[in-house]
């Protein structure tokens, strides 16, 4: 067992089978501890979620979500990804590699779910990083981004570059194939930076290959999958780091606060000149954090 489960946390790709399905994920880094990477979307692309500065002291296991790149949709794709669906595929790929306990991080949606295993399997969690995450989807959701938006729109006024990038977001909520929301994600993916236009050299590559896949927000029976955790998360009982960037939109500094005021005990990161992608633009700082929190639960 111990022998495959070194070969299953290889450097490198991997698939396996979890309640009939094919699950991928990548492994890098060599770190004693290890950690489930779950990005956004949901449907984003895992690659935008490398974190080199923390593979130097995590093993990290970044997940492809089911019905995201190689990991086997759902026959009633592409509804029915909820969050208890999303969580029994990761305590399934825990189990399939025999590892009693990890950490977890969850980026953006990738956040809502990591609070899902985190309030129903507390005895599979080291520890719990929510990046970009919120205690609550739904019209009050929603307009916290508006607002958020709205502010974006007055940092960057006068750029001509604007108008495609709130293209974007329009069609990002009305599109529902996976070119069309690929295209819209990276019209807008300039909003999810700080000073995106300042630093494009360091980003275009990421907007020219960034992919996502349509995933609705309904189960398999068309019923959206509403969240709000602001009662349970406040029996929280694993060690939380809350992490966001000062200028994110969709899952900005209101709800971070409002997650370490809700989590007994959490701890908050805030990237001051960052957006919703601050392991992109503030690497080492975002590193220190991971490594500061991960070190303060083993002592």
């Given amino acids: 067992m111990q022998n495959e489960t070194t070969l299953l946390l290889s450097t490198g790709p991997h698939e396996v089978v979890v309640d009939?399905?094919?699950?991928?994920?990548?492994?890098?880094?060599?770190?004693?501890?290890?950690?489930?990477?779950?990005?956004?979307?949901?449907?984003?692309?895992?690659?935008?979620?490398?974190?080199?500065?923390?593979?130097?002291?995590?093993?990290?296991v970044?997940?492809?979500?089911?019905?995201?790149?190689?990991?086997?949709?759902?026959?009633?794709?592409?509804?029915?990804?909820?969050?208890?669906?999303?969580?029994?595929?990761?305590?399934?790929?825990?189990d399939r590699?025999?590892?009693?306990?990890?950490?977890?991080?969850?980026?953006?949606?990738?956040?809502?779910?990591?609070?899902?295993?985190?309030?129903?399997?507390p005895d599979r969690l080291?520890?719990?990083?929510?990046?970009?995450?919120?205690?609550?989807?739904?019209?009050?959701?929603m307009a916290e981004a508006a607002a958020n938006v709205e502010a974006f729109v007055r940092r960057n006024e006068g750029?001509?570059?604007?108008a495609a990038v709130l293209a974007g977001f329009q069609a990002s909520g009305r599109d529902t194939d996976d070119e069309n929301i690929t295209a819209a994600l990276r019209d807008l993916l300039p909003a999810f930076f700080a000073h995106y236009w300042q630093r494009e050299e360091d980003f275009r590559e990421l907007r020219t290959t960034?992919?996502?896949?349509?995933?609705?927000?309904?189960?398999?029976?068309?019923?959206?999958?509403?969240i709000d955790d602001r009662k349970a998360l406040a029996t929280l009982t694993v060690p939380t780091l809350v992490v966001v960037g000062r200028y994110d939109i969709p899952c900005g500094p209101r709800w971070a606060q409002e997650l370490h005021t809700l989590i007994p005990?959490?701890?908050?990161?805030?990237?001051?000149?960052?957006?919703?992608?601050?392991?992109?633009?503030?690497?080492?700082?975002?590193?220190a954090a991971v490594r500061t929190f991960v070190h303060s639960t083993s002592v």
């Fill in 62 to 94: 970044y997940v492809e979500p089911l019905g995201t790149g190689g990991s086997q949709r759902l026959p009633s794709h592409p509804h029915g990804y909820t969050r208890d669906r999303y969580s029994r595929s990761l305590i399934g790929l825990l």
């Fill in 126 to 141: 080291r520890g719990l990083v929510l990046y970009e995450s919120a205690p609550i989807t739904g019209p009050e959701h």
């Fill in 265 to 287: 005990q959490s701890q908050l990161a805030v990237l001051e000149d960052s957006g919703h992608l601050g392991h992109l633009e503030e690497p080492e700082t975002f590193a």
């Fill in 97 to 121: 590699l025999s590892l009693p306990s990890v950490f977890l991080l969850g980026h953006s949606h990738g956040g809502f779910v990591a609070q899902h295993v985190a309030l129903h399997h």
């Fill in 159 to 162: 750029r001509p570059e604007l």
């Fill in 20 to 60: 009939g399905l094919i699950q991928r994920y990548h492994v890098y880094g060599s770190g004693a501890p290890v950690c489930l990477a779950v990005p956004g979307g949901p449907g984003v692309s895992w690659e935008s979620l490398r974190m080199p500065g923390v593979e130097e002291f995590l093993t990290m």
């Fill in 210 to 226: 960034v992919t996502c896949t349509y995933i609705s927000t309904a189960d398999e029976n068309l019923q959206p999958d509403i």
